[in-house]
């Protein structure tokens, strides 16, 4: 049905038709791709035609909630390997976590969104490469390559997973957006489920205490193997079906807090100045300080990515101007730490990697800002962001590469 919407965006009777034959699986596939054909005029009078007509909230099909609940499950299966095959748990999750979740999310994306037949086969390849090489890798606890690559691990999957959902439109700048906006999409349909699932288990518990009945040990095993992995794919259909409930969340989101960041981040470099805190030296510091600068980021670029789908206005350009600027002048302050250390120091791998990722932070950052920049004071489109952040995917992706695959080796397992 999708490629048929597709193919006659542009034959209003031909849709129609379309709709005739089966209402519920157009108005489904309609509102799935309905991203991709917006600037159709068509387009837009059956948005407001199917949004007129539709219940507040969709459950989409029994068969759909099937799907979802098959691959839930096999989803749990992965994350219980360690009771079912005796392995420890330490080992089998520090390699092993991005694979229960993106394997799956793959499955659910590529089902929902059509099989695309070379994506799915070179992405099962991938995982499949990947849970074969982590697995061999030398059982070291103390290895910084090896905790550098799990760590990394599941940003290279997630690389994969945007190949498989984008299809053969993966060198798509407006493609790459759309998969930014889903994750970010994603990100707050995920918060709010583990919100109310935690609340939800701690009055399930609460209520059995009163009766003197201890449920923890079995609430914990359903709710760490089966209901964890079950959120992303749950926010995907959710998101799915429902994309305007979340497209009302994440622009209230967005606009809330980039003055609020901005604000934290200038008081926070006042006072790192103020109370004497030395990067240069004090390694725990250094650490936490490009945590929370990887989060700064993840704020920006989500912020930008709402302001360019709702064409933000100059006041809002400014604003993420001036974030994207402080957060240049931490990253800068950050990046010269880990230069002066690698000097002082000498090499090895936590080094580069950390100096790697600020300096592909940075560079972006930079590219993002004289974007911003031009928008604010030269009035040029906002779009224009939106490229210079989806430019830069594939350089992340290649960075994880080099990480997992190739520090390892060049370090010798160290």
Same mark, same amino acid.
């Given at each position: 049905?999708?490629?048929?919407?597709?193919?006659?965006?542009?034959?209003?009777?031909?849709?129609?038709?379309?709709?005739?034959?089966?209402?519920?699986?157009?108005?489904?596939?309609?509102?799935?791709?309905?991203?991709?054909?917006?600037?159709?005029?068509?387009?837009?009078?059956?948005?407001?035609?199917?949004?007129?007509?539709?219940?507040?909230?969709?459950?989409?099909?029994?068969?759909?909630?099937?799907?979802?609940?098959?691959?839930?499950?096999?989803?749990?299966?992965?994350?219980?390997?360690?009771?079912?095959?005796?392995?420890?748990?330490?080992?089998?999750?520090?390699?092993?976590?991005?694979?229960?979740?993106?394997?799956?999310?793959?499955?659910?994306?590529?089902?929902?969104?059509?099989?695309?037949?070379?994506?799915?086969?070179?992405?099962?390849?991938?995982?499949?490469?990947?849970?074969?090489?982590?697995?061999?890798?030398?059982?070291?606890?103390?290895?910084?390559?090896?905790?550098?690559?799990?760590?990394?691990?599941?940003?290279?999957?997630?690389?994969?997973?945007?190949?498989?959902?984008?299809?053969?439109?993966?060198?798509?700048?407006?493609?790459?957006?759309?998969?930014?906006?889903?994750?970010?999409?994603?990100?707050?349909?995920?918060?709010?489920?583990?919100?109310?699932? &935690?609340? $939800?288990?701690? #009055?399930? *518990?609460?209520?059995?205490? @009163?009766?003197? %009945?201890?449920?923890?040990? +079995? =609430?914990?095993?359903?709710?760490?193997?089966?209901?964890?992995?079950?959120?992303?794919?749950?926010?995907?259909?959710?998101?799915?079906?429902?994309?305007?409930?979340?497209?009302?969340?994440?622009?209230?989101?967005?606009?809330?807090?980039?003055?609020?960041?901005?604000?934290?981040?200038?008081?926070?470099?006042?006072?790192?100045?103020?109370?004497?805190?030395?990067?240069?030296?004090?390694?725990?510091?250094?650490?936490?300080?490009?945590?929370?600068?990887?989060?700064?980021?993840?704020?920006?670029?989500?912020?930008?990515?709402?302001?360019?789908?709702?064409?933000?206005?100059?006041?809002?350009? &400014?604003? $993420?101007?001036? #974030?994207? *600027?402080?957060?240049?002048? @931490?990253?800068? %302050?950050?990046?010269?730490? +880990? =230069?002066?250390?690698?000097?002082?120091?000498?090499?090895?791998?936590?080094?580069?990697?950390?100096?790697?990722?600020?300096?592909?932070?940075?560079?972006?950052?930079?590219?993002?800002?004289?974007?911003?920049?031009?928008?604010?004071?030269?009035?040029?489109?906002?779009?224009?962001?939106?490229?210079?952040?989806?430019?830069?995917?594939?350089?992340?992706?290649?960075?994880?590469?080099?990480?997992?695959?190739?520090?390892?080796?060049?370090?010798?397992?160290?």
């Amino acid at each position: 049905m999708k490629e048929l919407i597709i193919k006659h965006i542009d034959d209003p009777a031909a849709l129609e038709q379309l709709y005739r034959s089966d209402a519920n699986r157009f108005k489904s596939d309609f509102m799935t791709i309905f991203d991709q054909i917006d600037d159709h005029i068509v387009a837009k009078v059956w948005n407001e035609r199917i949004k007129a007509t539709e219940p507040s909230i969709s459950w989409g099909f029994k068969y759909e909630w099937l799907v979802v609940i098959l691959i839930t499950f096999f989803a749990g299966i992965v994350a219980k390997m360690p009771h079912i095959l005796s392995i420890d748990e330490d080992f089998y999750f520090m390699r092993n976590i991005g694979f229960v979740v993106f394997p799956f999310l793959t499955l659910y994306i590529a089902w929902r969104l059509g099989v695309y037949l070379k994506g799915v086969v070179i992405s099962s390849i991938m995982f499949l490469i990947s849970v074969i090489y982590i697995n061999l890798l030398p059982d070291n606890p103390s290895s910084d390559t090896l905790l550098l690559a799990a760590l990394h691990l599941p940003l290279f999957l997630w690389s994969v997973f945007g190949f498989s959902t984008l299809k053969h439109e993966y060198k798509n700048h407006n493609q790459r957006l759309l998969f930014l906006r889903f994750n970010g999409d994603l990100a707050v349909m995920m918060a709010i489920l583990a919100i109310s699932g &935690g609340i $939800l288990t701690a #009055l399930t *518990v609460g209520m059995f205490s @009163l009766i003197e %009945i201890n449920i923890e040990h +079995i =609430l914990e095993n359903i709710v760490v193997f089966w209901a964890a992995p079950a959120i992303p794919i749950v926010a995907t259909f959710l998101i799915k079906t429902n994309p305007r409930i979340v497209n009302m969340v994440s622009p209230i989101i967005a606009k809330l807090f980039s003055p609020i960041v901005l604000i934290t981040l200038v008081v926070y470099l006042a006072a790192v100045l103020i109370s004497g805190k030395d990067p240069y030296n004090d390694r725990d510091f250094l650490l936490i300080f490009n945590l929370n600068l990887v989060g700064v980021m993840a704020i920006i670029l989500f912020s930008i990515l709402e302001a360019s789908k709702n064409q933000g206005s100059r006041w809002e350009s &400014g604003l $993420l101007f001036s #974030l994207s *600027v402080v957060a240049i002048i @931490l990253n800068s %302050i950050a990046l010269s730490a +880990i =230069l002066y250390r690698l000097f002082e120091y000498g090499i090895t791998p936590n080094r580069i990697t950390v100096m790697g990722g600020n300096v592909l932070i940075l560079s972006n950052l930079v590219m993002v800002s004289m974007r911003l920049f031009l928008i604010t004071f030269k009035e040029e489109q906002i779009e224009s962001v939106g490229e210079s952040i989806s430019s830069f995917l594939p350089v992340y992706a290649v960075w994880t590469v080099v990480v997992v695959f190739l520090f390892p080796l060049l370090f010798g397992f160290r």
